[in-house]
């Protein structure tokens, strides 16, 4: 089991930034960021595996990257030209696929 704990969300005015942080109790080789907005299904964002390999969903493409630090077995999403239609409640998974969650940082984008 992994604990994780994110961080960094907030509410932001459209083409602006945020960098959200995810803080795991151990190292996990895949780790991933997903979204859930209102009435709508979890989406994965953003992957990272263990050689650093990433992949992204289409529409974040371009705007967001992944990046981990494994000294510190964190992980970080750095979203830049954020768009109304990126806000969402944000998870951090631990595995691909997900064995653990965290709880969730909320980021809203105001157009």
């Known amino acids: 089991q992994v604990q994780l704990v994110e961080s960094g969300g907030g509410s932001v005015q459209a083409g602006g930034s945020l960098r959200l942080s995810c803080a795991a109790s151990r190292d996990t080789s895949c780790m991933a960021w997903f979204r859930q907005a209102p009435g709508k299904e979890r989406e994965v964002v953003a992957r990272?595996?263990?050689?650093?390999?990433?992949n992204y969903a289409d529409s974040v493409k371009g705007r967001f990257t992944i990046s981990k630090d494994n000294a510190k077995n964190t992980l970080y999403l750095q979203m830049n030209s954020l768009k109304f239609e990126d806000t969402a409640m944000y998870y951090c998974?631990?595995?691909?696929?997900?064995?653990?969650w965290g709880q969730g940082t909320q980021v809203t984008v105001s157009s």
């Open positions: 990272i595996a263990s050689d650093g390999s990433t």
């Open positions: 998974a631990a595995g691909c696929p997900p064995f653990d």
